[in-house]
Every structure is written in structure tokens, then in C-alpha cells.
């Protein structure tokens, strides 16, 4: 959509009736049309460009705005029937992280209409605008997937915690409180969700508060991870009965 939009406004910035829209092709080093405005232009299918070749292929190896007075006496163009109405031509680089990715190519056909010197200068900001507008669409679509997969990511996790047969809670090594718990646990502790947030370590495991700590502020920063052992927890109405516990640190969010 925005390709499509880029190549409408720059077609009507310089009052050129025929406009083309060529994007490199991804993996394979060659530039194709993908949107195209103006009457009487016919796309031949599997229609390429590569780096170097007719007007398209110079501007992408020059990097810069080129302007041919009369294309159909140009040597370099490619003697293609779609474009026999074409006369004066001009091509604009579209650039993405400081790399061709596109080019336009606007042209008149009446002969007696040209490119000047402000047509260029205005199309030469539109590219850099362009180009702007594009590395932000880019940039938006990137975080929008990385957001999208890591919503994913989540749901999985989620599901592969609650789902499991043993009880795992997840536990805020600084102020000591308990961020998560699965259904196993409350099944077993008789908590419910609504408890999690206002319960601390030390209210659910039968420990010396100093152990604890000292299991947090020292062990587990430079271990990581502290072994299989048969440690004593804590029901919500005062039970006390033993499980196999291990204990990993994880980094979220740094």
C-alpha cells in the first residue's frame, strides 16, 4: 500500500502521467514492476531488471536520479512494446538502511514536455522522503511481528506451565513475592490466583528467613540454579507437607 501510494504522489508531484514502481527482488539480485499507473502500459509477465541494465538498472548502480530527454533514442533502453509511447523519462532511487531497494521511473509522453532542473530537485526530496516513510513502514512491520511472535511465545508458555503435572512457581528474586503459579500448586495449596500477588516465599516455604535469603542474595546469583531437594511448603490453611523442589534462575526483560 505504501509502495503504491509512493509511486501516485511522486507521479503527481511533477505532473508525469505514466509511473513505475520497481523493487528488488528478494534473494534474487534482479528488480521487478509491482505497481504501475498511467494508460496503455501493459507489464510483459516475468518482465526483470538487473543492476546496471536500461534506465532502471543505472539509476539502482548509480544511486542517483537520472533523466533521458528522449527514450526512444536512447541506446542503453530495452526495445520493449510496452513502452513505445514513452518519450522524456526520469528514475529516482528509493532507499532503505542506506541501500537501493526501488526505483521509480515517470515519464511524459508528449514529446514536447521534458524533466527540468526543480523537477529533479523536488524528486530528489522525494526520495529521501520516501525512502523515510518506507524504512518506517519496514521498522513498524518488524516490531509487529517480533510483538506478534512473542504474544505467541507466551501463550505457549503459559500453556505448557498450567498443563504440567508439577507444581512451578515463579518468584521475584528481590522483593521475594510470587509472580506466578500454576494450577498444580493451588490445586495442591488450596490458594487461588487472586492470592499469588500477596504471597512471599517465606509465607509458603517452612524455612529460617536467613536460609531463604541466603539462597537468594548468594547462591542463586552465582550458581543459577540450586539442586533436587525435598524441602517443606506450606498450605493455605496451615498444613505442612513435603515436595522435590530445584530451583533455576531466569532473566525476562533483563
Known sequence: TLLRTILHRAAQTIGAPIGLMNIIEPNQN????KHFCGPNIVIPDGYTIEKGQALVGQVWEQRKVIVVENYQQWQPRLPDPAFADIRTIVGVPIFSSSEVVGVVTL????????????DVTALEQFSALASVALENARLFESAALELQQRRESETIY???????SDVILLIDPTTRHLLQANSRYLELTGYSQADIPHLTVY??????QRWINQSFDIILPKLRRKPLEMRRFRRKDGYVFEMERSVRMVSINE
Do not use: G, N, W
Not at 30 to 33: G, L, S
Not at 158 to 164: A, H, W
Open 107 to 118: 515519464s511524459h509522453t508528449d514529446p514536447a514536455l521534458r524533466f527540468d532542473d526543480t
Open 158 to 164: 503459559r500453556s505448557l506451565v498450567e498443563q504440567s
Open 30 to 33: 534482479v528488480m521487478k514492476i
Open 203 to 208: 509465607d509458603v516455604v517452612v524455612d529460617e
